[in-house]
């Protein structure tokens, strides 16, 4: 385990009712302040992965532990951004950035402040009165990073997040978040079946296969994301070859 | 036919046709009880000018108001206790179902004899037809609650009391509104025949009145008034209805 783990998982199995064998045995520990993806094919339980570290799913078995403290439900440490958005459709903008704070009981001003800051940082500005059925599946997405931002956790959890989000905003989105993230050194842990995506965006890959959802291989890419600019990433030797390792491996699954 | 006329057009155009065929019917005769549109329009605008009417409507909303308040009150609160407790569920839910799909009129006799022929009677019919789908409405809004928000509210560390009060009551709204517009509908059915069947009271007491004197314009008129008052009503709410609620952000399962 390396010493500065901020997520250890540790022997978690999940058997859903009705006997789906989901995960089996998963030991693994995420380091802080890195961006590490759980990637593997559809039924590799690679969300419920993500959940059970949320507190959001119970594990049949094993324990996650957060910051050195067990996990048995959400935390103020861990904030999750999810795949179909999860946005109050009578809420406008700037009522969805700010609840997650308003759940917490922060006053009114305070906590419209605070959105108000982040609906700025995730390129969002002059839609705060906008509901959700007037803006884009990228749009919304963004007002849920947004949201999970305002609460200020350590800890980003996102499932899928760009998977109802068309190819070009989800390549721009991309860039802007590798960009967000680096200035506010958070850890996240991202879910995808993208290579592609995970190659791009993540220090770590985490390769899960399926049935059940068991870990296969952890691939550190040494891409080096400071120099370069978003675009030379994707051309970058380093970027292709990881790419076709893991395909290689997965390839297997399929 | 497909650019030609608007859509009212299309509307009045309707209304002419039966209005036309039923005068056209009165005239004829094809029965002595059956006075033409105009006979029946003449008597109507009388009975609104001697007062008569309103004088009936008077008596007649009493009950149907108290009733559909009871049924509101109780019917909402049942409603949202049966989606939010299993157990409460369990044990009404197939009497609510039963209760939704039998003739409840015919229990009306029942509820004269227990409770006589007073305002009571009346009260408990409107309440006995216009309960059930209001109680389904609410309960129907509250288990639709979106699972993916409330898992949301869960992940950002809120109880289930927010739960309820910011995710599935909102949730429901649209839902339970439009229990009250259905349950309304079902007031009005309930109301008539409970003025017919116990004792003829308001407008009831016009329809009979007028029928046992043989007077068949102003009995129409008495009906024609009451379909017309009831139909304007529902449609009002329906606007209002959605107003309060644009199906873009609430209320995206149709009532029923």
Redesign the interface.
Known sequence: MPANAIIEVKGISKTYEGGVEALAGIDLALPQGMLSTLLGPSGCGKTTLLKII?G?IPPSQGEVWVKGQKVDG???E???V?Q?F?L???GSVLRNVA??L???GVAKDEREQIARKHIHEVGLKSFESS?P?QLSGGMRQRVGLA?ALT?DADIILMDEPFSSVDEQTRRKFQEELLDLLRHKKKTVIFVTHSIEEAVYLSDRIVLLSPRPGKISQIIESNIDRQDENPEEIRRDKNYLDTVDRIWQILKQYV | MHRSLPPFAWQLISFALVFGIWEFAGRWPISLAFPSFSQTLLALFSMIADGSLAKAYLITLQPLVIGIALSSIAGIGFGIAMGLSRSVEWFSLPVMIVLQAAPMAAIIPLLTYIYGIGLTSKVLAVVVLASPVIVMNSYKGIRNA?P??I?????????RQ?EIV??IL?HASALIFAGLRLGLAMGFIGIVIAELLITPTGIGDLITYNSSVADYPNMFAAIVSIIIFAALTIHALERLERKLFPP???GLENAR
């Open positions: 949320a959001l959400p935390g103020p861990r904030a999750f999810f179909d999860a109050l459709p009578w609840f997650g308003e759940l917490r509901y059925h949201r609460v | 979106n993916s928000l898992e949301m509210c869960r992940a950002f560390l809120g109880t927010q910011k995710i909102p873009e952000i609430r």
